[in-house]
């Protein structure tokens, strides 16, 4: 079993719309959460850590369910640029990192 | 802001070459991650570095080495090169952290694509 599961899409969304993605995690002993957004032959670029409490930048909110062992990523509004591949990465260990598969996301005009 | 400067960007080698991929991570960063990602495929994690230390291994084969220097540079080192080998090698940089290591966020440099003949 992976360490961290996305359903890989893709998710096909009009302008404006609101989507979510979750992204399960194996080991309830995982600290750290992010999430990335990777362009076709892009670097991965942080999009935004994910703490305890739920965060919010902009358009977008990151929870954590620490229960249910799961992040989500909320965003409104979605844009033609916010067509991407969004990461999910977990932190278990000191520099332990594994990511998701990815969840490919198409916002369509 | 300065970012992860990887070089070179792109690589063309033949089988059984040898190839060294240079990662420059950001001023004051401690850490440093490598990564390969094949086509259509997510991040592997293959090797990190702390305080120029290795303190973290993945999936990397046997043929690879790393390693990180004084100036917090890190080199991989790939021999006997295979096909399969072809992929983006990207490396990431965590800054140094005082809490123990949570929340360290990494940052991904550009990747080198490398391609096998």
């Known amino acids: 079993r992976k360490e961290v599961e996305q359903d890989p899409g893709p998710f096909n969304v009009p302008e404006g719309a609101t989507v979510a993605f979750n992204c399960t995690y194996s080991?309830?002993?995982?600290?750290?959460f992010f999430w990335y957004r990777q362009d076709c032959r892009k670097e991965p670029k942080l999009l935004m850590s994910?703490?305890?409490s739920g965060n919010e930048d902009g358009r977008f909110t990151a929870q954590l369910n620490r229960a249910s062992q799961y992040i989500s990523l909320l965003i409104r509004d979605s844009k033609l640029s916010d067509s991407a591949t969004y990461l999910c990465?977990?932190?278990?260990?000191?520099?332990?990192?594994?990511f998701g598969s990815g969840t490919k996301l198409n916002v369509k005009p | 802001a300065a970012g992860v400067i990887q070089s070179p960007r792109h690589l063309i080698k033949e089988k059984r070459e040898t190839a060294t991929l240079k990662c420059y991570p950001i001023?004051?960063?401690?850490?440093v991650y490598w990564y390969q990602q094949g086509p259509g495929q997510d991040p592997q994690f293959l090797i990190s570095?702390?305080?120029?230390?290795?303190?973290d291994k993945g999936s990397i084969p046997d043929r690879f080495s790393a390693q990180q220097f004084s100036d917090y540079h890190s080199e991989l080192n790939m021999s006997s090169l295979e096909l399969g080998d072809s992929a983006l090698y990207f490396c990431?940089?965590?800054?140094?952290?005082?809490?123990?290591?949570?929340?360290?966020?990494?940052?991904f440099g550009p990747g080198t694509r490398l391609t096998v003949l």
């Open positions: 990465v977990v932190n278990t260990d000191f520099n332990k990192f594994y």
């Open positions: 570095f702390y305080e120029k230390m290795q303190s």
């Open positions: 994910v703490y305890s």
């Open positions: 080991n309830s002993a995982s600290q750290s």
């Open positions: 990431a940089s965590s800054p140094k952290d005082v809490a123990g290591g949570a929340y360290n966020e990494q940052f």
């Open positions: 001023p004051r960063h401690d850490t």
